[in-house]
């Protein structure tokens, strides 16, 4: 162990004598960790915003077969016959649940200057009470009857045109904007949300709805709803707590997770051709030393564990350099991308502790391939030959 801490020192201690070759085998893994932590933050930010707008206390029914909210279509005799469904919670004013359209409208977005596609979202006062973490940040709730809406945060940030007091045309409609909600991060901070009359009214929607939400009587208690769905032939609805309905939907973005592991692998291999090329060298240009102390009687492992070492400082060294810079450049940054409704879904960039240790595992897989085989030959050095190498 003495002597494996002794060339250890050593070798870290002439790192500046190899600054460039170092600091290229510093900055490649900080390159790829850096990669992989962005794409990372990226898929967990998106999961979290879709996670955090559910709960298994809302029933979510939609059309049998419709994959989201813009594919459903109910009725009206659909929800009342919901409403008289047991296992749905009642309060003063009848069964507690929201019956809601969906509807796509454009916006640009202030980033590109090009038009995307945001939710607007028909409901009534029952429907954002069951937003428990809704609020009104600033301005005040629509009027029901009228051409008003409220608009989420997430909207506010990414897209023009929403300041209070704005109208806004979509289509032939001109809406005015009178508030600004937030619901603590989620989803529904993607939406414009107006009257469900009045969008009924305005897009020729009938007495039709696209879902239906309803509080239940115990959390997680589908199976009295489930069982009049299976009874009643009118009722051709799927039906699932809205935990699990928004959990499915952000499954959309495992791909980005996935994209992420995969370039960062390939842009790995070349980090590690760089870092094997570097180590080599480092190897070449102390054959004397390494001579020397075999010499004094060091033995093959201690030039070996050596080697190692320092190949797993720079990694490290990386590592931490690209981790600090991922937090730095995306940790908390906003963006928007396609949704599950062909919609865009405002999120923010989420750098967690698990992402930085999965970040660190990277680095120093790189730091252990790129340093075994040159310190395999380190080791493996007879001394003879390592003298004639310098001459």
């Known amino acids: 162990m003495s002597q494996i801490a002794t060339v250890t020192v050593m070798n870290i201690r002439s790192l500046p004598q190899r600054l460039w070759m170092s600091l290229a085998m510093v900055l490649a893994s900080a390159v790829v960790v850096a990669i992989l932590l962005a794409f990372l933050a990226m898929a967990k930010g998106f999961e979290a915003t879709l996670s955090g707008a559910g709960s298994d206390t809302i029933a979510v029914l939609t059309r049998e077969g419709a994959a989201a909210e813009i594919n459903s279509v109910v009725t009206r005799e659909q929800v009342n016959l919901v409403a008289d469904s047991p296992g749905i919670a009642q309060d003063a004013q009848g069964a507690d649940i929201s019956a809601e359209l969906y509807v796509i409208v454009d916006g640009t977005k202030k980033s590109s200057g090009t038009d995307a596609n945001i939710p607007l979202r028909g409901l009534d006062a029952r429907g954002m009470a069951m937003r428990s973490n809704m609020e009104l940040v600033e301005g005040r709730m629509f009027t029901p009857g009228t051409n008003e809406m409220i608009v989420g945060a997430g909207v506010l940030r990414e897209f023009d045109g929403f300041a209070i007091g704005q109208e806004v045309r979509f289509g032939k409609n001109v809406w005015t904007v ?3 909600f937030s619901t603590g991060g989620d989803i529904f901070e993607s939406e414009l949300w107006a009257g469900a009359r009045m969008i009924q009214s305005h897009y020729n929607r009938g007495s039709s709805y696209q879902v239906i939400r309803a509080r239940l009587e115990q959390p997680g208690g589908l199976a009295p709803l489930q069982e009049t769905i299976d009874q009643e032939p009118r009722l051709n609805l799927e039906l ?15 791909y980005m997770a996935i994209f992420g592991r995969v370039i960062s692998s390939i842009m790995a291999l070349g980090a590690l051709a760089g870092a094997l090329n570097t180590m ?3 190897v070449a240009s102390r054959a004397k030393e390494i001579a020397t102390l075999r010499a004094l009687g060091f033995g093959n492992f201690s030039a070996f564990c050596g080697t ?9 060294a990386g590592g931490l350099l690209g981790s600090l810079a991922a937090f730095a450049f995306f940790d908390g940054l906003n963006t928007s991308t396609l949704g599950g409704s062909f919609t865009q879904v405002v999120f923010s960039f989420e750098m967690s502790p698990d992402l930085f240790v999965q970040g660190a595992v990277l680095a120093l897989f790189i730091g252990f391939i790129s340093g075994f085989f040159p310190a395999w030959r380190a080791a493996r050095m007879p001394v003879i030959v390592a003298f004639r190498n310098e001459a």
């Not at 699932?240 to 973005?253: M, P």
């Not at 190692?308 to 490290?316: D, M, R, Y």
């Open 308 to 316: 190692i070492a320092e190949a797993l400082v720079l990694a490290a």
């Open 178 to 180: 009178v508030g600004v």
């Open 240 to 254: 699932k707590t809205e935990a699990d309905y928004f959990s499915e939907q952000g499954k959309q973005l495992q």
């Open 280 to 282: 080599y060298t480092s």
